[in-house]
């Protein structure tokens, strides 16, 4: 069953974090760095060790390069729920590093979290061939800064004070940096780890990621708050455009669910050995946090 496989990798990928962080003293910021990391799906890491598998990379590291992209997005998380970004107070059920360390110590616990993630990526262990390691490094650079996840970051925060809503072209837009490009630098790592072509990855990326932040919208108007373990109807209290509001919630539903099926087409190349990443797509419009 998927759901058995997601949760079996996310163990592996828990370990291999707790093995990097066990050099780490025990002082506030790295122990809000080991709370930030704790618990969540795994999905940006499973999407790596999906893509390895089917590239035949060795699995130690694959879990590391999937261990790199998850302090990226759980410093995202941390900085995202601070007081001047999205001020959260909830994060998968559990006071966010904010509320239970102090906003400097997060904003300190973030930027370590996302240095981390690149000496992860430097390091032998993660790949043997120095070019494939620069290639992992700079493509992950590229998803998490301005051309990606703080750009996105970026435009969503313009939007909440902008003097019209966003259209869906802009939604689109935004999301494919806050939420695809992360997304897409996990599918694509396991080709890069293999010195393959990732052509085939990026295009089920590309519609994977749109499909999982359209589930996101519908997650915030539908969702139940203590399944996702944060606070829901944001976005809809704040007037902000979504996939939702643009193409009300049935249309965003057969959005989503056309956008699995594409990801799942995308991976034809690939034929059944590619089975665990259409899962994936299904599961991701899916979900219920």
Do not use: N
Not at 170 to 175: G, V
């Amino acid at each position: 069953m998927f759901p058995d496989r997601l949760a079996q990798a996310a163990r592996a990928v828990q370990a291999t974090l707790d093995d990097i962080l066990a050099p780490l003293p025990h002082e506030p910021v790295t122990e809000a760095m080991r709370y930030a990391l704790g618990g969540g799906k795994r999905l940006r890491a499973f999407l790596v060790l999906e893509g390895a598998r089917l590239h035949g990379v060795a699995e130690p590291g694959a879990l590391r390069a999937g261990a790199a992209v998850e302090c990226i997005h759980a410093y995202s998380l941390v900085h995202d729920d601070l007081p001047c970004m999205d001020d959260d107070d909830l994060r998968r059920g559990q006071p966010t590093v904010h509320v239970k360390w102090g906003e400097a110590t997060a904003v300190l616990a973030g930027d370590a979290l996302q240095a981390l993630a690149f000496e992860i990526l430097a390091a032998p262990e993660t790949c043997p061939d120095p070019a494939r390691r620069l290639a992992l490094i700079g493509g992950l650079a590229r998803a998490a800064g301005a051309q990606g996840m703080v750009l996105g970051q970026a435009r969503d925060i313009a939007a909440e004070s902008a003097t019209a809503p966003l259209g869906l072209d802009e939604i689109t837009a935004l999301q494919a940096g806050k939420t695809g490009a992360l997304i897409g630098w996990s599918a694509e790592a396991g080709a890069h780890l293999a010195g393959a072509d990732p052509a085939p990855l990026r295009a089920f990326a590309d519609a994977l990621g749109l499909a999982f932040q359209i589930a996101d919208d519908i997650l915030d108007v539908e969702g139940d708050a203590q399944i996702a373990g944060k606070r829901l109807g944001k976005d809809a209290a704040a007037g902000k455009a979504t996939f939702v509001s643009l193409l009300g919630l049935d249309g965003a539903k057969a959005r989503a669910a056309d956008l699995a099926e594409a990801a799942c087409a995308a991976l034809a190349p690939y034929g059944a050995a590619a089975d665990g990443l259409r899962q994936t797509a299904r599961f991701v419009i899916a979900r219920q946090m």
